[in-house]
């Protein structure tokens, strides 16, 4: 499976943006996405995740009611619209999916694949 992140960029602190992820190769193979974000000099803290085939949602605390991930399976693509945006949300944000059938991880060791990583800065 390979996992294609987009949408990152630079926007002030209150505004929006919108994280795709397409999944291509054995995408069906896969049970969930996820996103994952490192600030500089950070570890990786999980975001969001949710069930490739249901409805089933995780969250971080730091992103409840600020952020939302949705999918199309249609299209192998996960989304992460991020709103009222704070600049401690600036990080490189990756997507991840994990091909084993459970719910929705927030740990990195529960994901098999991982995109390239997109830039998102929040300024103050």
């Known amino acids: 499976v390979q996992l294609q992140a987009s949408g990152g960029g630079l926007v002030q602190a209150g505004g929006s943006l919108r994280l795709s992820c397409v999944a291509s190769?054995?995408?069906?193979?896969?049970?969930?996405m996820g996103w994952f974000r490192q600030a500089p000099g950070k570890d990786y803290d999980f975001v969001a995740a949710?069930?490739?085939?249901?409805?089933?949602?995780s969250y971080a605390d730091s992103v409840k009611g600020r952020f939302t991930i949705s999918r199309d399976n249609r299209r192998n693509t996960v989304s992460l619209q991020m709103n009222s945006l704070k600049p401690e949300d600036t990080a490189v944000y990756y997507c991840?999916?994990?091909?084993?059938?459970?719910?929705?991880?927030?740990?990195?060791?529960?994901?098999?694949?991982w995109g390239q990583g997109t830039q998102v800065t929040v300024s103050s």
């Open positions: 190769g054995r995408a069906s193979s896969v049970y969930a």
């Open positions: 991840a999916a994990d091909k084993t059938p459970r719910a929705p991880g927030r740990a990195r060791p529960d994901y098999d694949y």
């Open positions: 949710i069930m490739w085939g249901g409805d089933t949602t």
